[in-house]
């Protein structure tokens, strides 16, 4: 059901795409997305297009398996779909979104690659850090509880920090009295090579195996699916 809003007027948060497929009643939300904003996402979402018309769907609220669950075939109707199209969502915050359907069948590849991240169960875990200033300028990052005991899973010294402008080599700092998990050398170098400051949301995504060293870092309104 679509109802009338302000069109779009608002700051984007973040941004990622989806695909809409004919036989499909639910759609696939980006993980990245689902685990930068878990402490503000409801159930209850409302899609802005761009003549102002709203739209409401459900959300899950499952960061592993994040979906939209009910009210995306209303998509089809209220944008008169007939063939599998990209979506893109930008996200303003308050469970709202600014919403694109492009026209035009969405190429084979962006298919393949869709239907492939349904069916995958992830062998990583994704942690987000709301950063503060204190985090920006200082020497290192103390890690959460399950955070810091995935890395302690490893058995390893140091953790490579691939970002979006380079890869920076970080030692790590355990300590068992008291308890404490932190990255450290090479985190002041890191956040400085992206720039990042107070209120940025940092993701980290850590694979699962075992003396695994490399983590994958997004920072802020990243288009993870493209």
């Not at 089809?76 to 930008?90: A, P």
């Not at 694979?207 to 490399?214: M, P, S, T, Y």
Request: proline share 1%; with cysteine; glycine share 4%.
């Amino acid at each position: 059901m679509a109802s009338r809003g302000s069109g779009y007027n608002s700051d984007i948060l973040w941004t990622f795409n989806t695909i809409h497929i004919a036989n499909l009643s639910v759609a696939y939300i980006d993980r990245h997305f689902a685990v930068a904003f878990e402490d503000e996402l409801l159930e209850d979402w409302e899609l802005v297009d761009s003549k102002g018309q709203i739209h409401f769907v459900t959300y899950n609220k499952d960061v592993d398996h994040p979906r939209i669950t009910h009210g995306w075939m209303d998509i089809r109707r209220d944008f008169h779909i007939f063939s599998d199209c990209d979506v893109q969502f930008s996200y303003t915050g308050n469970s709202r979104f600014q919403i694109t359907v492009f026209a035009g069948t969405c190429s084979q590849l962006s298919m393949q690659r869709y239907l492939r991240h349904v069916a995958t169960e992830f062998n990583d875990t994704i942690f987000c850090v709301r950063l503060t200033q204190y985090q920006t300028r200082g020497s290192h990052l103390d890690l959460n509880a399950k955070f810091a005991n995935l890395i302690r899973s490893k058995h390893i010294n140091e953790v490579v920090l691939s970002g979006p402008n380079t890869a920076v080599v970080c030692k790590l700092l355990i300590s068992d009295s008291p308890r404490s998990t932190k990255i450290g050398k090479g985190w002041k170098e890191f956040c400085n090579q992206h720039q990042l400051k107070e209120g940025d949301r940092v993701l980290f995504q850590v694979d699962h195996a075992d003396a695994d060293e490399f983590i994958i870092v997004f920072v802020n309104k990243c288009l993870c699916d493209d």
